[in-house]
Structures are given as C-alpha cells and as structure tokens.
C-alpha cells in the first residue's frame, strides 16, 4: 500500500522551491499514485529552456520499490527511448533506496540529461549518433527540444492560430479547451 501520508509532504517537497529548481509534481487527475513531474532543461546542454513532463507512477511497494517514471515529453537523448520515454537510469531501477524521494529521482533525472551515458543506453540510435556524430546529435536534440519541450506562452498561441487565419474568439475557445494543446487545438480548428 502507498504511504499516502508521505506522498503528500514529497508533493510539497518538490514544489516548495520550484521558483528556484523549475522542478514541479503535479497530480494527474485525483489520485497521489500518478502524477506529473515537470523538470527544466539544464542550462548549457541541447535541452536548454524545454520543459520536460514525466509520468510517475506508484506502486503499492513505494517507497520500498522505486517509482515508475517515463518521459512523456519526446527527447532525443541516449539514454531515453525516443519512442517510449522509457528512462535507462540505476536509481529507478536496482540502486533505489527508500530514502530517496520524487524529488531526488527528478532531479537525478535532470543531471542525466547534462551527463549523457551512451555506453548504457536505452536508445541504441541515439547512442550511436551521440558517439560518432556529436554535433548532429546536439542539433537534434535541440530541435526537438524546441519542437516537444518549449511551452508557447498563451498569447504566442493564440497569435500563432490566428495568424493560420482563424478567428480569435474560436481560437481562445478551442485552445481552452485542448489544455492548451496546440496541436490538438489546431487539429479541431483545421476539422472544425
């Protein structure tokens, strides 16, 4: 069973300084067993100024056995499916220990994406590029950092549908009602 209790004080934990780390855990829906973490790109690597979202879910044997954690934010990084966002990373696996929190496992998480480890790799394509063609590899991986991670402010959004030439008020609506989504939004608008 969840210790629920200790669940609650790592949410407040982990967005007591969120000013300070950018590092953030939210519920997803109603229930403290799966939330969203969000962790910012680390300065001076490709992942710079995204903000990555992964999905943590608890077992019944947290804090015994590590979270589960994935990237639901694509990255091209060695060490993360590029198409699951599976995270190859020992604490979340074997080197867990109950000591550890979300808190430590997110920012683990961040210090991974400046200290990539192509000799374990999740993603056996990136490794490879990360290893024989670095440069392409940091152009790729800042594309789709800025592609996946980079959160549009409200108004960009909205300018950037209206300018496609659809109507503002229909934008506004279909954009709050996507969460924001552009993509969605402009899915809707474009089926509308």
Not at 57 to 80: C, Q, S
Not at 97 to 123: G, N, R, V
Not at 134 to 158: C, D, M, N, P, S
Request: some cysteine; proline content about 6%; overall charge negative.
């Amino acid at each position: 069973m969840v210790d629920l209790a200790r669940v609650q004080k790592e949410l407040q934990e982990c967005n007591r300084d969120v000013g300070v780390s950018g590092i953030s855990v939210t519920l997803k829906g109603d229930s403290l067993t799966h939330l969203i973490g969000t962790i910012p790109g680390p300065l001076g690597t490709p992942y710079e100024g995204g903000s990555f979202k992964i999905d943590i879910t608890l077992t019944d044997g947290y804090p015994f056995e590590p979270p589960k954690m994935r990237f639901a934010t694509k990255v091209w990084h060695p060490n993360i499916s590029s198409q699951s966002g599976a995270i190859c990373l020992d604490i979340l696996k074997d080197q867990w220990s109950p000591a550890l929190t979300l808190k430590t496992a997110l920012l683990s998480i961040q210090a991974l994406l400046s200290a990539p480890e192509p000799d374990d790799p999740q993603d056996a394509v990136v490794a490879q590029q990360y290893l024989r063609d670095h440069q392409t590899f940091v152009g790729t991986a800042r594309y789709w950092t800025e592609t996946f991670a980079k959160t549009l402010g409200t108004e960009e959004k909205i300018q950037k549908l209206v300018e496609m030439g659809f109507p503002e008020a229909q934008v506004r609506s279909t954009l709050e009602a996507t969460g924001w989504d552009e993509n969605m939004a402009l899915e809707k608008l474009c089926s509308g």
